[in-house]
């Protein structure tokens, strides 16, 4: 029998699906939330205090973009009235100096700004949207002027991952705290596009050496986290921390989701917040029971040294690559699955150099 869980740490509030660029990675939903269902201004502070309530300390407001929601400095001032700790994660779509400064008096605490390339060529080409690269340059030196802490999350596939030192230079250039070096994770529209996005042998290595070098040259400068590319991995992320561990997600209609793309996993049932109370949910909700702990595990996770370190890996993968969420993470070379994810693997390395995307429409 699984031991009670701990309230989470953390929520991710997806205030809106909509958004104006189009990124081919985006981690939203195939399909989009339209805005007539988003839950309105009250619901959300409700829903804010409820997760205070319930041991919620970090409040992560993302989309979609956020600044698409007008009452975004609102939601702020109701999270920090609620005592939770606010990072917007946007791609400064949206943002001006205005609404920063509004942000900035709502006690906003942290911006983590998605940087989609290091060029207006190669930026503007991933994210669909002409133009944005020179704005989101202008919103990170307001940033940097009003003194918000700054994250650069800096999403890396086969097109930009060569870019690698100069993204890292440039979260320097604009006084970032932190870099993120997420390498594209397969879900949502990355799924859509894995074959354009799969990065090459030779860059993961060169990818591994440059962030060991950085890391070790910026020390007391830039904190540098990684996430490497998944498929070239020989054991799986700790996916959520462990399903219904740490934190939760919830979706611009009030669905909670125990990660960003658990709704792919089909038989699960979710709650939603103006239904039922966020403590209920997390405590007794069907979706976040189903992969909580290790008694659902499979018989080679639950015999596996690695079993209290990766939890089996992501529910969500299992369920994309190999049509079985109860199964381990195919990364995991102990796993059967992992031919599967081999042979997609090796069917994407013959990739072309300049791919075509299916962009997020
Ligand atoms: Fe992780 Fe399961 Fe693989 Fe062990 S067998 S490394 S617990 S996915
Ligand atoms: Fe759902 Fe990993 S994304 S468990």
Not at 284 to 307: I, K, S, V
């Amino acid at each position: 029998m699984c031991a009670a869980p701990n309230p989470p740490m953390a929520m991710l509030a997806e205030l809106t699906h909509r958004c104006p660029l189009a990124c081919p990675y985006c981690s939203n939903p195939t399909e989009l939330a339209a805005k007539e269902t988003e839950l309105s201004t009250e619901t959300w502070a409700d829903v804010f205090r409820q997760a205070a309530d319930l041991g919620v300390l970090q409040l992560h407001l993302s989309g979609g973009e956020p600044a698409s929601r007008s009452d975004l400095v609102e939601l702020v001032i109701a999270a920090r009235e609620a005592g939770l700790y606010t990072n917007l994660i946007t791609s400064g779509i949206g943002l001006n100096e205005r609404r920063l400064r509004a942000l900035d008096d709502a006690g906003l605490d942290h911006v983590q700004l998605s940087l989609q390339g290091i060029t207006a060529e190669m930026a503007d080409r991933i994210g669909g949207y002409t133009g944005g690269f020179k704005r989101k340059m202008h919103v990170a030196e307001l940033i940097d002027q009003i003194g918000f802490p700054l994250t650069l999350n800096a999403v890396m596939h086969r097109e930009n991952l060569d870019d690698l030192p100069a993204t890292i230079e440039m979260a320097l250039r604009l006084n970032a705290r932190r870099i993120e070096i997420a390498c594209v994770q397969f879900q949502g529209w990355a799924l859509t596009n894995r074959a354009a996005l799969q990065p090459r042998a030779e860059q993961v290595v060169e990818a591994k050496r440059t962030v060991a070098e950085a890391v070790e040259r910026l020390r007391g400068q830039l904190v540098i986290d990684f996430v490497p590319p998944d498929y070239y991995s020989d054991y799986p992320k700790a996916c959520m921390n462990g399903w219904g561990s740490t934190g939760l997600n919830v979706s611009p209609d009030g669905t909670v989701l125990p990660c960003h793309a658990a709704a792919i996993i089909p038989g699960l049932e979710f709650d939603q917040v103006q239904a039922r109370p966020l403590r209920d949910i997390w405590y007794d909700g069907p979706a976040f029971n189903a992969f909580r702990g290790t008694d659902w595990m499979p018989e080679l996770c639950q015999g596996c040294e690695r079993r209290d370190i990766d939890f089996g890996g992501c529910r969500c993968q299992a369920m994309a690559i190999l049509g079985d969420a109860t199964a381990p993470d195919p990364v995991c070379r102990k796993s059967p699955g992992r031919a599967t994810l081999d042979a997609l693997l090796a069917e994407d390395r013959q990739g072309v150099e300049a791919p075509e995307y299916v962009y997020r429409r």
